[in-house]
């Protein structure tokens, strides 16, 4: 072991990592330099060591990569924000009451869903559905009479006949109504079914969020109605002899809201337009802020898009103060508050486990040298290359070794052309290259400061992790709109990592890969990972997937939906926890059915021909068994990497 090996500890992989930056309390590095997870912040003792959870999910026979839910991360979010909004209205004063929804588009996963429906009911935390299917989902799973349903987004006459049949049920049902059009075909469907609806109306709210979703505001808004269309809906009521139906006034303004400020502004604007409407006669029961309260994904608690600059807390103190502040001002009841978090509810949940497979290197070593050793009468190029590769160990100036090698290898290229260098020396050439970029390499790799010139450097030379999965199932964002995710070693944490590396997956694409990561405080292109040993498997963790990465994976490459192991906490068991349940991810004959295949008669076709091939006695009747049962297996089997 090097001495600066030694003096590794994991706080320093805790400075590199910020796991305590972006875990909210449920991750830890543990003194074993394994990833630890604390599912309960009243139980700090109460440590699971994620090793161990590994172990089980080998033992269980699952096979990597494998989404891990922690379902008491999920249930301990939801009391955290009950919580806080219920800390707040008490604090100060606030005479409504908080009746949260949880939306469903951000992780639909039925387990998920009752998850959280069950940990939320003696809050009467309730659900938000944008689409039929869940409007279908929610109607089924919202049972709770006093917890709310709150439907978002474009509907038809079905979805209204659907939102009216959970009113009959019981439920509390708020159809918001995002464009004019559809107020009047709620009011047409609720006459003729002799029904009072709960009605909601989306504002168009100019304060607009800062960040990636800034489009979701502001008055070129995809949803919502203007105040002038707001004033219309309420006559329009009010002419039906309806105006005892609107309940509630809605305002989104994005997700993943970076800056407090866009939420002060948004709700100040809000609560005018509630106070208006309350004295225009029309005094609505609910204010429904949206979404928007963002996770810090990187750690920084910065205004960066893949952050933000407050807390949970005092996201919740300032929607229950700002609504106070305009309601004491303009003389008005204090609304109930509905809130529609579903990113901060389930994002630190469950993270995606994949096994490092392999190491893509750039031409160093990789690729197998010639013999370098001096030659009679070679050109002056190669004995160039050759003394610079000598001096690389004792220089002190590095870049100068960089630049020198770099101009060398440009004049082998064009001696070559000009037939001036042979092929053969144009290979010691580049060989002599490559052994002093990976010495290079080397030397950056364990240092703690790479100065700017040769970052550059560091970057192209750079070796990619071939990780088992696939970006496009697993970690959309991160393709689609650049969305940072903290990864993590699940062990080893206690060494020093010698490597700075990217990953790429295993989709023949070359955007399947990740190459933006919050290290030690900043965003960087490469992770500190560790050397891969060939007799111990190697797992990194891709942490806050629960938001919306979950459940907008794709086909491509038919990979598929992965493994899942749902993991509970119990404090009795030797391991403090327990695989609840195991979902099977997609096998190959799932994802060709969807595209259309008939996988049962590609086998029967493969067989037929191995037949022919027996018949003819290419192959021994018992070989074609064999290749037969083979095919079958695999159509049968998982779709990524099959590794141990
Ligand atoms: C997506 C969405 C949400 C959820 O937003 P988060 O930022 O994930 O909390 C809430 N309300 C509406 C209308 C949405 O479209």
């Given at each position: 072991m090097a001495a600066s090996d030694k003096e590794w500890t994991i706080n320093d992989a805790e400075k590199l990592y910020g796991v305590s930056r972006w875990g909210g309390g449920y991750f830890q590095i543990g003194d074993n330099g394994n990833l630890h997870i604390t599912p309960h912040a009243d139980h700090p003792d109460l440590r699971i060591d994620f090793n161990d959870v590994l172990t089980e999910i080998r033992q269980a026979g699952v096979q990597f990569p494998v989404v891990v839910r922690f379902h008491d991360i999920l249930r301990a979010q939801v009391v955290r924000l009950n919580t806080a909004f219920a800390d707040a209205i008490s604090t100060c004063g606030y005479q409504g009451q908080y009746r949260g929804v949880y939306p469903i588009k951000v992780n639909q996963m039925r387990e998920v869903v009752e998850e959280i429906v069950n940990a939320g009911n003696p809050f009467q935390y309730g659900l938000e559905a944008g689409s039929k299917a869940e409007l279908l989902a929610a109607l089924a799973m919202n049972t709770n009479p006093d917890s709310l349903t709150v439907l978002n987004g474009y509907k038809d006459e079905e979805f209204m006949r659907l939102a009216l049949l959970g009113g009959k049920l019981g439920n509390r049902v708020l159809v918001v109504v995002e464009k004019y059009s559809e107020l009047l075909l709620l009011v047409k469907i609720a006459k003729e079914l002799n029904i009072d609806p709960m009605i909601g109306v989306r504002a168009k709210?100019?304060?607009?969020?800062?960040?990636?979703?800034?489009?979701?505001?502001?008055?070129?808004?995809?949803?919502?109605?203007?105040?002038?269309?707001?004033?219309?809906?309420?006559?329009?009521?009010?002419?039906?002899?309806?105006?005892?139906?609107?309940?509630?006034?809605?305002?989104?303004?994005?997700?993943?809201?970076?800056?407090?400020?866009?939420?002060?502004?948004?709700?100040?604007?809000?609560?005018?337009?509630?106070?208006?409407?309350?004295?225009?006669?029309?005094?609505?029961?609910?204010?429904?802020?949206?979404?928007?309260?963002?996770?810090?994904?990187?750690?920084?608690?910065?205004?960066?898009?893949?952050?933000?600059?407050?807390?949970?807390?005092?996201?919740?103190?300032?929607?229950?103060?700002?609504?106070?502040?305009?309601?004491?001002?303009?003389?008005?009841?204090?609304?109930?508050?509905?809130?529609?978090?579903?990113?901060?509810?389930?994002?630190?949940?469950?993270?995606?486990?994949?096994?490092?497979?392999?190491?893509?290197?750039?031409?160093?070593?990789?690729?197998?040298?010639?013999?370098?050793?001096?030659?009679?009468?070679?050109?002056?190029?190669?004995?160039?290359?050759?003394?610079?590769?000598?001096?690389?160990?004792?220089?002190?100036?590095?870049?100068?070794?960089?630049?020198?090698?770099?101009?060398?290898?440009?004049?082998?290229?064009?001696?070559?052309?000009?037939?001036?260098?042979?092929?053969?020396?144009?290979?010691?050439?580049?060989?002599?290259?490559?052994?002093?970029?990976?010495?290079?390499?080397?030397?950056?790799?364990?240092?703690?400061?790479?100065?700017?010139?040769?970052?550059?450097?560091?970057?192209?030379?750079?070796?990619?992790?071939?990780?088992?999965?696939?970006?496009?199932?697993?970690?959309?964002?991160?393709?689609?709109?650049?969305?940072?995710?903290?990864?993590?070693?699940?062990?080893?944490?206690?060494?020093?990592?010698?490597?700075?590396?990217?990953?790429?997956?295993?989709?023949?694409?070359?955007?399947?890969?990740?190459?933006?990561?919050?290290?030690?405080?900043?965003i960087t292109n490469l992770l500190p990972l560790h050397k891969l040993r060939a007799d111990e498997p190697y797992f990194i963790g891709l942490f806050l997937t629960g938001a919306y990465q979950d459940v907008m994976g794709d086909m491509h490459n038919l990979f598929g939906r992965l493994n899942e192991v749902h993991i509970v906490s119990d404090a009795d068991d030797p391991q403090k926890f327990y695989i609840e349940e195991v979902v099977k991810g997609s096998a190959v004959n799932d994802v060709l059915d969807i595209m259309q295949y008939n996988p049962e008669a590609m086998a029967s076709d493969v067989k037929r021909m191995i037949d022919k091939q027996v018949a003819c006695g290419n192959i021994k009747p018992r070989e074609g068994v064999g290749w037969t049962d083979f095919y079958e297996a695999c159509i049968n089997g998982y779709t990524y990497l099959k590794t141990s």
């Open positions: 709210i100019t304060a607009v969020g800062r960040g990636k979703w800034e489009s979701s505001g502001g008055e070129r808004a995809k949803f919502g109605l203007t105040i002038a269309e707001i004033i219309n809906t309420a006559r329009y009521l009010q002419e039906q002899g309806m105006s005892h139906c609107l309940n509630l006034l809605h305002f989104h303004i994005g997700s993943q809201l970076t800056d407090i400020r866009s939420v002060k502004e948004a709700i100040t604007e809000g609560a005018m337009i509630y106070a208006e409407l309350h004295k225009m006669g029309f005094p609505l029961d609910y204010v429904d802020v949206g979404g928007g309260l963002g996770i810090d994904y990187d750690g920084s608690a910065s205004t960066n898009d893949s952050s933000r600059n407050y807390s949970m807390q005092e996201y919740v103190a300032n929607v229950v103060q700002g609504m106070k502040e305009v309601c004491e001002l303009e003389q008005v009841p204090h609304p109930h508050l509905v809130s529609e978090s579903g990113r901060a509810i389930t994002a630190h949940h469950s993270c995606v486990v994949t096994q490092v497979v392999g190491e893509i290197r750039t031409n160093i070593s990789g690729t197998r040298g010639v013999d370098t050793g001096v030659v009679d009468g070679e050109h002056i190029i190669v004995s160039n290359m050759r003394d610079i590769a000598g001096e690389v160990a004792d220089s002190s100036n590095k870049q100068r070794i960089y630049n020198d090698a770099s101009r060398y290898k440009e004049q082998a290229m064009d001696a070559f052309k000009l037939r001036v260098l042979s092929l053969e020396e144009l290979a010691r050439t580049e060989t002599l290259y490559w052994q002093i970029m990976a010495q290079l390499q080397e030397y950056y790799a364990a240092a703690d400061y790479v100065p700017e010139e040769l970052q550059e450097m560091e970057l192209n030379l750079a070796s990619q992790y071939l990780c088992n999965f696939s970006i496009f199932q697993s970690a959309a964002d991160t393709w689609a709109i650049d969305q940072l995710l903290p990864v993590v070693p699940l062990t080893r944490m206690n060494e020093k990592p010698q490597v700075k590396c990217s990953l790429a997956d295993i989709t023949c694409d070359s955007d399947g890969k990740i190459d933006q990561f919050p290290v030690a405080r900043e």
